[in-house]
T-cell receptor, first 115, second 112 residues
Framework: SAVISQKPSRDICQRGTSLTIQCQVDSQVTMMFWYRQQPGQSLTLIAT?????????ESGFVIDKFPISRPNLTFSTLTVSNMSPEDSSIYLC????????????FGSGTQLSVL | GESVGLHLPTLSVQEGDNSIINCAYS??????FIWYKQESGKGPQFIID?????DKRQGQRVTVLLNKTVKHLSLQIAATQPGDSAVYFCAVSSGSARQLTFGSGTQLTVLP
């Protein structure tokens, strides 16, 4: 399975600011996925990031709030913009096995707290 | 759309006993099922998966059982150890999108 490194591992931010989360994979992958895990909750897909094209966002998530970059096949960033306390969550980067999107492997996550 | 639920949000077992974590799904067209383990402060870790053409699959100390008739999935952990304490998620996939829908998670606590 791919090794996925995510940073920062945690951060405490002030409302109204933005935070960019980085995800690095040790092998080239077609798709990278960004998930949100709210406190005590399950995982919700934010968007799918493809290299060379705009990210595909799920219902309820918009590019202005969660801009994503995917400059190459091993790296992606997710920015949480104009943060509010409701954005306090764990943000997870993941990749699928091979070219699939079912058997996912996850990074260690970014624990974000917004004051 | 798909909905996935776990029967119990928490489960406590004695060390050495077997654990069973249950999951129900709604879409009869779901054909791929996967279990994850998430320890505190870490991302979900793949445990085992199964496709709908199988009823049972075994790994190291873990077994996944699939009952398509009642749309039920279970994860069995044999001889549960303290290191098994974590939140366990099931997830299912169906349709052309092949996108996982996650359940809400069961917190497993192993008692000494």
């Amino acid at each position: 399975s791919a090794v996925i490194s995510q940073k920062p591992s945690r951060d405490i931010c002030q409302r109204g600011t933005s935070l960019t989360i980085q995800c690095q994979v040790d092998s080239q992958v077609t798709m990278m996925f960004w998930y949100r895990q709210q406190p005590g909750q399950s995982l919700t897909l934010i968007a799918t990031a493809n290299q060379g094209s705009e990210a595909t966002y799920e219902s309820g998530f918009v590019i202005d709030k969660f801009p994503i970059s995917r400059p190459n096949l091993t790296f992606s960033t997710l920015t949480v913009s104009n943060m509010s306390p409701e954005d306090s969550s764990i943000y997870l980067c993941s990749v699928g096995e091979g070219t699939g999107r079912e058997k996912l492997f996850f990074g260690s996550g970014t624990q974000l707290s917004v004051l | 759309g798909e909905s996935v639920g776990l029967h119990l949000p928490t489960l406590s077992v004695q060390e050495g006993d077997n654990s069973i974590i249950n999951c129900a799904y709604s879409n009869s067209a779901s054909d791929y099922f996967i279990w994850y383990k998430q320890e505190s402060g870490k991302g979900p870790q793949f445990i085992i998966d199964i496709r709908s053409n199988m009823d049972k699959r075994q790994g190291q100390r873990v077994t996944v059982l699939l009952n398509k008739t009642v749309k039920h999935l279970s994860l069995q952990i044999a001889a549960t150890q303290p290191g098994d304490s974590a939140v366990y998620f099931c997830a299912v996939s169906s349709g052309s999108a092949r996108q996982l829908t996650f359940g809400s998670g069961t917190q497993l606590t192993v008692l000494p």
